[in-house]
């Protein structure tokens, strides 16, 4: 298995443009985990899937954000419309629930927002 | 609420100090708590878990619920151990995982 799988790899974009994240998780794991990574904020959760159904979207910073997992085998981070301030590297990770299971990560997404 | 507190940003040691990198967590429940690394150009991966009570890459880590910490601790610090150190925390039962802000580790010759 390739791993998470996470496309684009690097995105700028202009102000007020709307940016898809793209995610592939682990076949066989039924959690997936989008995260924003920042200097100032580290590491936050923005929304996390269960079986393909949104469980906690609780981290999504605003309506501009939403998130989808159509199927067990992609899911998608929309940001409509972008601002400078959502530049930041945008991780998925996937996981089989249960005790100590790993979050297996991909490797990122660099949005910048100019 | 579920919070990861690393009160760190960085930590910057000699080669074959000691290391402890912080995490405390709040959480009235059962936490599972781990420890995630992210290495130069490479993904963020797992480094340990409490459950397991493992060492790995001669780091160890101890819940202690009384002062809700889960400090990591390496006795002699190497090169090669310079990252980028996550704490997480996930309620028993429940998938959630959170991570503290993290704390960079340099490691210097």
């Known amino acids: 298995d390739a791993g998470v799988i996470q496309s684009p790899r690097h995105e700028v974009t202009e102000m007020g443009q709307e940016v898809t994240l793209r995610c592939k998780p682990i076949?066989?794991?039924?959690?997936l985990f989008w995260y924003r990574q920042t200097m100032m904020r580290g590491l936050e959760l923005l929304i996390y899937?269960?079986?393909?159904?949104?469980?906690?979207d609780s981290g999504m910073p605003e309506d501009r954000f939403s998130a989808k997992m159509p199927n067990a085998s992609f899911s998608t981070l929309k940001i409509q419309p972008s601002e400078p301030r959502d530049s930041a590297v945008y991780f998925c990770?996937?996981?089989?629930?249960?005790?100590?299971?790993?979050?297996?990560f991909g490797q990122g997404t660099r949005l910048t927002v100019v | 609420a579920q919070r990861v507190t690393q009160p760190e940003k960085l930590l910057s040691v000699f080669k074959g100090a000691p290391v402890e990198l912080k995490c405390n967590y709040s959480?009235?429940?059962?936490?599972?708590l781990f420890w995630y690394v992210q290495y130069s150009r490479q993904r963020l991966q797992l480094l340990l878990r409490?459950?397991s009570r493992e060492s790995i890459k001669g780091f160890t880590a101890d819940l202690n619920k009384g002062e809700t910490s889960f400090h990591l601790k390496k006795p002699f610090a190497q090169e090669e151990d310079s990252a980028m150190y996550y704490c997480?925390?996930?309620?028993?039962?429940?998938?959630?995982?959170?991570f503290g802000a993290g704390t960079r580790l340099a490691v210097h010759p």
């Open positions: 899937f269960n079986n393909n159904v949104p469980i906690d």
């Open positions: 076949s066989g794991h039924n959690s």
């Open positions: 997480a925390l996930k309620r028993g039962g429940y998938n959630k995982l959170i």
């Open positions: 959480y009235s429940g059962s936490p599972e």
């Open positions: 409490h459950i």
């Open positions: 990770a996937s996981s089989l629930q249960g005790a100590g299971d790993e979050a297996f």
